[in-house]
C-alpha cells in the first residue's frame, strides 16, 4: 500500500488513540482541581464544541491552501494539547487544552479529502477502510494505554499521547505530499444547507435521529469514569481496560458482522435492533450493582451502537442524489458534533444533581424512543447496499 496512506492511518490512529485516553481519564484528573459534574460535562463539551465551529473554516482552508498544511496545524495542536493537559495545574488550563485540541482538530476530514484525492474511485472503499481500521483500533489501544500508564500518574498518559502525535507530525512533514492541487474558494456553511435539509422530510427525520443518537451516546461516554468511580470505585486501569474490552466488542460487530445482519435484515430493520440493544443495554447498566452485569450490559449496548452508526450513516446517504452527498454528510457531521456538545452536558449534570443511574437511564430512554422513530421511518429508506465501518468512536 502507498506510504502515503499509512502515514494517513497513523495521523487517524494518534488522534483516536488521544480519544480513547481522555475518555477515562479527564474525568479522574479534573476531580483533582475539585471539578463539579456540571464542570466535567462542560469540560468535555468544550472539545466538541470548538471542533463543531472551527471543522468548516479547516475543511474551507484544506480546499483552498491544501490538506499538507492543514493536517499538520491540526496535528501541532494535538501535541501542544497533550503536552498541556500533562502539565496542567488548574481546571482552566484544562479547559483551554480541550478548547485548543478542538479547535485543531481537522485532522479526520481532511484525511477522508486526502484520501479522495490519491485513490482512483474503484480503489477508495478499500482505502477508506483504513479510516474504520484506524479508529477502532485508537479506540481499543487508547484506553488500554491510559489504563496501563495510568498506573504511573495520571499525566503519564497524556505525554505518551503528545509523543505519538509529535512523532505523526515528523511523518507528515517529512514524507507526506500534498495532494490538493486544484485549489478552490468554494464555502459551504452547514448551518445555512440545514434549514434546506431539514424542510425534506424523510432527510429531516433521519438528521433529527442523527442528532439525538451522538447525544445519547456522548452521556454513555463521558459519564462513565465518574460512574464507574463512584459506583465501583474503580480507578484508571479498570475504566481503561473496560473501555478496551467494550472497543473491541465494536470493532468486531462493525467489522465482521454488520454486512451480515444489513443482508438479512435491511438498514432500517438493522438500525431499529441496534437502538433497542444499546437502550436495553444501557438501560439494564444504570441498575446494575454488581461489576460483572454491569460491563455484560455495556457489552450489549456495544453490539448495538456498532449496528446503529454505519446504518445510519448508510440511510443518510441515500436521501439526496450524488451531487448533494458532500452536503448532506458536512451538515450530519455538524449536528453529530453538536449532539456531542449536548451529551456531556447532559448526562453529567444529570449525574450530579440525581446520580450516575439516573444519567444512564436518560440516555436509555432517549435511545428507544429513537428506536421508535426508526421502525416508523419510510421502507424506502431500507434499501440494503454494502454498508461502511462508520468513521465514529464506538460505544
Not at 440493544?277 to 460483572?292: K, P
Amino acid at each position: 500500500m502507498r506510504r502515503e496512506l499509512w502515514i494517513i492511518f497513523a495521523i487517524i490512529f494518534v488522534n483516536l488513540l488521544g480519544f480513547g485516553i481522555v475518555i477515562p481519564l479527564l474525568p479522574l484528573y479534573a476531580v483533582q482541581y475539585r471539578a463539579s459534574e456540571p464542570q466535567i460535562g462542560l469540560l468535555f463539551a468544550s472539545y466538541s464544541l470548538s471542533q463543531l465551529l472551527a471543522a468548516p473554516v479547516l475543511g474551507y482552508l484544506s480546499d483552498r491552501y491544501g490538506r499538507r498544511p492543514i493536517l499538520l496545524l491540526s496535528l501541532l495542536g494535538t501535541v501542544v494539547s497533550f503536552a498541556m493537559l500533562a502539565l496542567a495545574n488548574s481546571l482552566a488550563l484544562l479547559f483551554v487544552a480541550r478548547i485548543l485540541d478542538g479547535l485543531s482538530g481537522g485532522n479526520i476530514p481532511t484525511a477522508r479529502a486526502y484520501i479522495s484525492d490519491v485513490t482512483p474511485p474503484e480503489e477508495r472503499a478499500r482505502a477508506y477502510g483504513l479510516i474504520g481500521a484506524a479508529f477502532g483500533l485508537g479506540f481499543i489501544f487508547g484506553p488500554a494505554l491510559g489504563g496501563l500508564l495510568g498506573q504511573v500518574s495520571l499525566a503519564t498518559p497524556f505525554w505518551a499521547a503528545a509523543g505519538l502525535a509529535a512523532l505523526a507530525l515528523v511523518m507528515t512533514g517529512l514524507w507526506l505530499p500534498e495532494s490538493h492541487h486544484q485549489r478552490t474558494q468554494t464555502w459551504i456553511n452547514p448551518w445555512r444547507e440545514l434549514p434546506r435539509l431539514m424542510r425534506r422530510p424523510l432527510l429531516g427525520r433521519l438528521l433529527l435521529i442523527d442528532f439525538f443518537t451522538w447525544a445519547a451516546f456522548s452521556v454513555y461516554q463521558t459519564t462513565f469514569a465518574l460512574f464507574a468511580l463512584h459506583r465501583f470505585g474503580w480507578g484508571a486501569r479498570e475504566m481503561g481496560y473496560t473501555l478496551a474490552g467494550i472497543g473491541l466488542i465494536g470493532a468486531y460487530i462493525q467489522g465482521r458482522e454488520v454486512g451480515r445482519v444489513v443482508r438479512r435484515l435491511g438498514e432500517r430493520q438493522t438500525f431499529v435492533w441496534g437502538m433497542v440493544l444499546s437502550a436495553l443495554g444501557l438501560g439494564a447498566a444504570a441498575f446494575a450493582q454488581q461489576v460483572t452485569f454491569f460491563v455484560l450490559f455495556l457489552g450489549v449496548a456495544s453490539v448495538g451502537a456498532a449496528l446503529v452508526s454505519p446504518t445510519l450513516v448508510a440511510m443518510l446517504s441515500k436521501t439526496g442524489t450524488a451531487a448533494e452527498g458532500g452536503r448532506i454528510q458536512s451538515v450530519g457531521s455538524a449536528l453529530e458534533s453538536l449532539g456531542r456538545t449536548l451529551g456531556p452536558v447532559w448526562g453529567n449534570g444529570l449525574l450530579g444533581l440525581y446520580g450516575e443511574g439516573v444519567a444512564y437511564l436518560s440516555a436509555a430512554v432517549v435511545l428507544g424512543l429513537l428506536a421508535v422513530a426508526g421502525a416508523r421511518l419510510p421502507v424506502s429508506s431500507d434499501a440494503v447496499s454494502e454498508v461502511q465501518t462508520r468513521t465514529q468512536a464506538p460505544m
